[in-house]
């Protein structure tokens, strides 16, 4: 059974970092695309970044420079840097999983088969 569970939410001043991590279970993480997607108060689901089961990383453009995906094989872990962050990356943040190896599309970015339960990010004065 695939499980996948966020941490490392919380409430962080403008310009300061996070790291969100994901755990997975049920799977190889390696051997699919895995994503962060979030959810801003009052807005529609947002594609944040991906990594393609070959470690190919893509980014939204808001976060290109600020926001790093990477994944820990040993610890079938995702993990999202997020750096110089703004009041506008406040949002819940979840990972997915995809029954691909690769996303090309931007519809294809929101056809994952799993997510999470996600992460409150909170980014204020």
């Known amino acids: 059974e695939v499980h996948l569970v966020e941490s490392g939410g919380g409430l962080v001043q403008p310009g300061e970092s996070l790291r969100l991590s994901c755990a997975a279970s049920g799977f190889t993480v390696s051997n699919y695309a895995m994503s962060w997607v979030r959810q801003a108060p009052g807005k529609g689901l947002e594609w944040v970044s991906d990594i393609s089961g070959g470690g190919i990383t893509t980014y939204t453009d808001s976060v290109k420079g600020r926001f790093t995906i990477s994944r820990d094989n040993a610890k079938n872990t995702l993990y999202l840097q997020m750096t110089s962050l703004k009041p506008e990356d406040t949002a819940v943040y979840y990972c997915?999983?995809?029954?691909?190896?690769?996303?090309?599309?931007?519809?294809?970015?929101?056809?994952?088969?799993?997510r999470g339960q996600g992460t409150q990010v909170t980014v204020s004065t």
């Open positions: 997915a999983k995809y029954q691909r190896r690769s996303v090309w599309t931007p519809q294809q970015r929101y056809e994952y088969e799993y």
